[in-house]
């Protein structure tokens, strides 16, 4: 299982309709090596095996060029996707020196992962909600932002993030190879220049992953438009974390996720 179906709200210029999309699921696999942590990945599941393999070489921890290293999942998912892996490597081909070195990625527990539908609200606060959201419009912000893109006009090859205020104002721009980066360092800049509390909406040029949601909470930033698709987990995290998830944001459209 690759995907999973949400419930959404489509807007296509003046026309709503509720929609079910399929979204990429973003799951986290605990990874240890002869049973002590060594990291935490956001993965679709599926070929744990081979991605924990190319993990383990591609930060030095196991240089085999060679051969299948015996692993055994210690735990799944209600819906039986796997959370945890054990590897076995023997201690002549382990090089302990780069396991330190590896950031561990902590999050904390996401009460309503997996949760597809749209939060249940009174019928009255349904309306309102549905009505706030059909008056919502980011094709000129995503425009703006697309004018300040001098790098992806060179490269064709970087992201794009940017953060507005409550009266669409844009607060900072930044460019980077990666969506990340790009919003590290707007929410960086808005940081050391006293203006973190005046954002109110922050766009991103790609996908989302549940990662930009975190940054996003983290920031105080209420509201979050991407051009492209968020994945399962960035939903189930902008559910839980109370951002309003805006996704293929686009020619006077959007779909909103939470």
Not at 168 to 182: F, P, Q, T, W, Y
Request: aromatic share 6%.
């Amino acid at each position: 299982m690759k995907t999973r179906q949400y419930e959404a709200i489509k807007q296509s210029k003046s026309v709503r309709t509720m929609v079910q999309d399929h979204l990429m699921i973003e799951h986290p696999l605990t990874v240890l090596v002869n049973d002590e942590i060594f990291t935490l990945t956001m993965q679709t599941p599926g070929d744990e095996e081979a991605l924990i393999r190319g993990l383990l070489f591609a930060e030095g921890i196991v240089k085999l060029k060679e051969g299948i290293l015996h692993s055994q999942v210690l735990e799944r998912s209600p819906e039986g996707l796997i959370s945890k892996v054990n590897v076995t490597v023997p201690e002549n081909l382990l090089d302990k020196s780069q396991i330190n070195k590896r950031n561990l990625l902590s999050v904390a527990s996401c009460g309503i992962c997996g949760r597809t539908e749209l939060q249940d609200f009174s019928q009255k606060e349904r309306e309102e909600n549905i009505t706030e959201a059909s008056n919502v419009s980011f094709e000129n912000l995503f425009e703006e932002m697309r004018q300040h893109q001098a790098a992806f006009d060179r490269s064709g090859g970087c992201h794009a993030a940017a953060a507005f205020d409550v009266e669409r104002n844009m607060l900072s721009v930044k460019e980077d190879i990666g969506r990340h980066n790009a919003v590290d360092k707007v929410v960086g800049e808005l940081l050391n220049r006293g203006k973190i509390r005046s954002a109110r909406y922050l766009l991103v040029s790609g996908r989302v992953s549940y990662e930009i949601i975190t940054k996003c909470f983290t920031a105080g930033i209420p509201v979050l438009a991407a051009v492209s698709a968020p994945s399962s987990l960035s939903v189930d995290f902008a559910k839980e974390l109370g951002i309003a998830l805006y996704a293929f944001c686009r020619e006077e459209r959007w779909t909103r996720y939470a």
